[in-house]
C-alpha cells in the first residue's frame, strides 16, 4: 500500500471515447504528478500539481486535461485518444514540489483501440 | 534541458553476485538524486535517496549508491544480489534550479534479472 491510489487500474477505450483516470493521496502532500511510462522510453512527466495549482505542463496534447479538485485528488481527463496513447499512467506526490522523494501509485494500464 | 542516462538496459546475474547500475545525469548544478525500484507488477517504490551530506548512501534491501559530483554519476550497487532483487531499477534526478526545478527526471530504466 503505497498511499496513492489510482482507479481504474485498467481501462480500455476507443478513440472516440471519453473517460477519466483518478488518483487519491492519503498522505496529506501538497504536489501531484501525472507521468507516462511507455515501454523503452524513460517516464515522461506530464503535469505538476502544487497546492492545487498547476505548476507545469510538459507539452502534453489537449486531448489530455488534468484536474486538480483538492490537494488529495487528481485526475486526468481523456477524449479522442490516439493509439500511441497507450501506455501506463502513473500518478505520484510528493510533499512539496520537487525537493522530497515521490510516492507512486500502481498506475492504469491505458489501451486505446 | 537535464537528462538522465542509465547505461544498461538488462543485466543478468546469478544468485550472490555483485551489482553495479550505472546512472549520469547531465545537469551542472545541485541536484537531489534517487534510485527507485520497480518490481514485477508493482508500484515504483523508493530505494534510496541523496539529498546533500555523505555521498554513499544506504537504502532497503542492502542497496547503496554513491554520489560522485564530478563524474556526474549517482551508481548503484549491492554486494550480493537475490533472486528476489529482479525488478527494474530507475535513477531520478532532480534539479534544484534552472528551467525544470522542482520536476523529477528518469531514466529509462534497467531491468535486472536474477538467476536462481
Known amino acids: 500500500e503505497t498511499g496513492v491510489t489510482q482507479t481504474p487500474r485498467h481501462l480500455v477505450m476507443g478513440m472516440t471515447n471519453k473517460k477519466s483516470l483518478k488518483c487519491e493521496q492519503h498522505l496529506g502532500h501538497n504536489a501531484m504528478y501525472w507521468y507516462k511510462q511507455s515501454a523503452k522510453k524513460p517516464l515522461e512527466l506530464m503535469f505538476v500539481?502544487?497546492?492545487?495549482?498547476?505548476?507545469e505542463n510538459n507539452s502534453v496534447p489537449s486531448r489530455f486535461s488534468p484536474e486538480c479538485p483538492n490537494s488529495s485528488h487528481l485526475f486526468l481527463h481523456l477524449h479522442t485518444l490516439q493509439p500511441e496513447d497507450s501506455a501506463l499512467y502513473l500518478c505520484?506526490?510528493?510533499?512539496?514540489?520537487?525537493?522530497?522523494?515521490?510516492?507512486f501509485g500502481q498506475g492504469t494500464r491505458l489501451t486505446v483501440v | 534541458a537535464q537528462s538522465v542516462s542509465q547505461h544498461n538496459h538488462h543485466v543478468i546475474l546469478s544468485e550472490a553476485a555483485s551489482l553495479e547500475l550505472g546512472c549520469n545525469y547531465s545537469?551542472?548544478?545541485?541536484?537531489?538524486l534517487f534510485w527507485y525500484v520497480q518490481y514485477p507488477g508493482q508500484h515504483l517504490q523508493l530505494l534510496l535517496k541523496y539529498f546533500s551530506g555523505d555521498p554513499l548512501v544506504k537504502g532497503i534491501k542492502g542497496f547503496e549508491a554513491e554520489f560522485i559530483k564530478s563524474k556526474f554519476s549517482f551508481n548503484l550497487r549491492k554486494p550480493s544480489v537475490q533472486w528476489s532483487d529482479t525488478a527494474e531499477y530507475f535513477c531520478?534526478?532532480?534539479?534544484?534550479?534552472?528551467?525544470?526545478?522542482?520536476?523529477?527526471?528518469f531514466g529509462k530504466g534497467t531491468k535486472l534479472s536474477v538467476k536462481p
Open positions: 545537469y551542472g548544478g545541485t541536484v537531489n
Open positions: 500539481y502544487s497546492l492545487e495549482e498547476r505548476v
Open positions: 531520478a534526478v532532480n534539479a534544484l534550479y534552472g528551467g525544470s526545478q522542482g520536476n523529477l527526471i
Open positions: 505520484a506526490s510528493s510533499q512539496d514540489w520537487g525537493r522530497t522523494e515521490a510516492f
